[in-house]
């Protein structure tokens, strides 16, 4: 499936399905799959990077194991030179999850982090992310939140993507802009057009399945497209957040995850 990706002109990023693992046992097994997944992607030259989740590898359960664990495959990947984003989760795992990127960047530089523009901390967490060089995807966030960590409103979190979007084409360092929103994907065409920031200055990015007309239509525009693809047993949770995105995809969302 990522050849045939690759061969529509767009590139791809793995995710193992998983989160909240109940045992090292588990976390162990998220990154051996990855692991794997990095060798065999520079084994038939197939242009994707990966995304995994903290609690995959067993923040709840260890810390240090966790942090080891995610430093490894990072590691790994730059060796490849290859590229790992952590996902980002519900605002409990934010601070974490940056403290971690932002230790591992100082290591090696294959590794970058997601902001959400749902959060209120988000524009302070945009600037030191680009102070420091560290790649950010930048999403609206999918978890519930309450209103004391996060917009509620459509209009604010639109109005703060907008926003964190141009701090990150001035400044950020290969921002990817992750969002099936056209509104979104105009205005920041918009802003990079004002701010000459060429095609190849940053990504869109989306979810595999979702709005392929969109994706299509702007990897002919020029532009650079990268899908989210999932993959593994523990759809559960995923297939929740999306249902609760968009109800009317229960049934197209079923048929991609067990297709694969
Ligand atoms: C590549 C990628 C990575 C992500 N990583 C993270 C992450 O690490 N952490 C996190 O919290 N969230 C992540 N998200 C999810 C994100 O935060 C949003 O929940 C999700 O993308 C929906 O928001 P939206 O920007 O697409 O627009 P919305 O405001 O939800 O929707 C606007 C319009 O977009 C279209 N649209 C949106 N969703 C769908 C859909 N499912 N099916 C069809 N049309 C749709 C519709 O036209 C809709 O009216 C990621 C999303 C993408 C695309």
Redesign the pocket.
């Given at each position: 499936m990522c050849r045939q990706i690759n061969r529509e002109g767009l590139t791809v990023?793995l995710d193992y399905l998983g989160e909240n693992v109940t045992s090292i046992e588990e976390a162990r097994r998220s990154r051996d799959m990855y692991r794997r997944v990095l060798t065999e992607l520079e084994r038939h030259k197939i242009d994707a990077n990966i995304?995994l989740?903290l609690s995959q590898f067993g923040m709840d359960l260890s810390e240090s194991q966790c942090r080891a664990g995610v430093r490894e495959l990072a590691g790994l990947a730059a060796q490849l030179r290859n590229f790992v984003?952590v996902?980002?989760?519900s605002s409990e795992y934010t601070e974490k999850t940056l403290d971690l990127v932002r230790e591992i960047h100082a290591l090696t530089h294959s590794c970058g982090a997601?902001i959400?523009a749902y959060l209120y901390r988000s524009e302070n967490d945009v600037e030191d992310l680009c102070r420091r060089k560290i790649r950010v995807?930048l999403?609206?966030?999918?978890?519930l939140e309450p209103a004391d960590v996060a917009f509620q409103a459509?209009a604010d979190?639109?109005r703060n993507?907008v926003n964190l979007a141009e701090r990150l084409l001035l400044r950020g360092y290969y921002p990817?802009i992750?969002?099936?929103?056209?509104?979104?994907v105009d205005a920041v065409k918009e802003l990079a057009a004002r701010h000459k920031v060429g095609p190849d200055g940053f990504e869109f990015?989306?979810?595999f399945g979702?709005?392929r007309d969109l994706q299509k239509r702007l990897a002919q525009e020029g532009f650079r497209v990268?899908?989210?693809v999932p993959f593994g047993e523990a759809w559960y949770p995923y297939f929740m957040?999306?249902l609760a995105?968009?109800p009317?995809?229960a049934l197209?969302?079923a048929r991609n995850l067990f297709r694969q």
């Amino acid at each position: 499936m990522c050849r045939q990706i690759n061969r529509e002109g767009l590139t791809v990023t793995l995710d193992y399905l998983g989160e909240n693992v109940t045992s090292i046992e588990e976390a162990r097994r998220s990154r051996d799959m990855y692991r794997r997944v990095l060798t065999e992607l520079e084994r038939h030259k197939i242009d994707a990077n990966i995304s995994l989740k903290l609690s995959q590898f067993g923040m709840d359960l260890s810390e240090s194991q966790c942090r080891a664990g995610v430093r490894e495959l990072a590691g790994l990947a730059a060796q490849l030179r290859n590229f790992v984003r952590v996902d980002m989760e519900s605002s409990e795992y934010t601070e974490k999850t940056l403290d971690l990127v932002r230790e591992i960047h100082a290591l090696t530089h294959s590794c970058g982090a997601v902001i959400q523009a749902y959060l209120y901390r988000s524009e302070n967490d945009v600037e030191d992310l680009c102070r420091r060089k560290i790649r950010v995807r930048l999403c609206k966030g999918a978890y519930l939140e309450p209103a004391d960590v996060a917009f509620q409103a459509k209009a604010d979190v639109d109005r703060n993507f907008v926003n964190l979007a141009e701090r990150l084409l001035l400044r950020g360092y290969y921002p990817a802009i992750a969002t099936h929103d056209e509104v979104m994907v105009d205005a920041v065409k918009e802003l990079a057009a004002r701010h000459k920031v060429g095609p190849d200055g940053f990504e869109f990015q989306m979810l595999f399945g979702i709005r392929r007309d969109l994706q299509k239509r702007l990897a002919q525009e020029g532009f650079r497209v990268r899908l989210y693809v999932p993959f593994g047993e523990a759809w559960y949770p995923y297939f929740m957040r999306r249902l609760a995105e968009r109800p009317a995809n229960a049934l197209f969302l079923a048929r991609n995850l067990f297709r694969q």
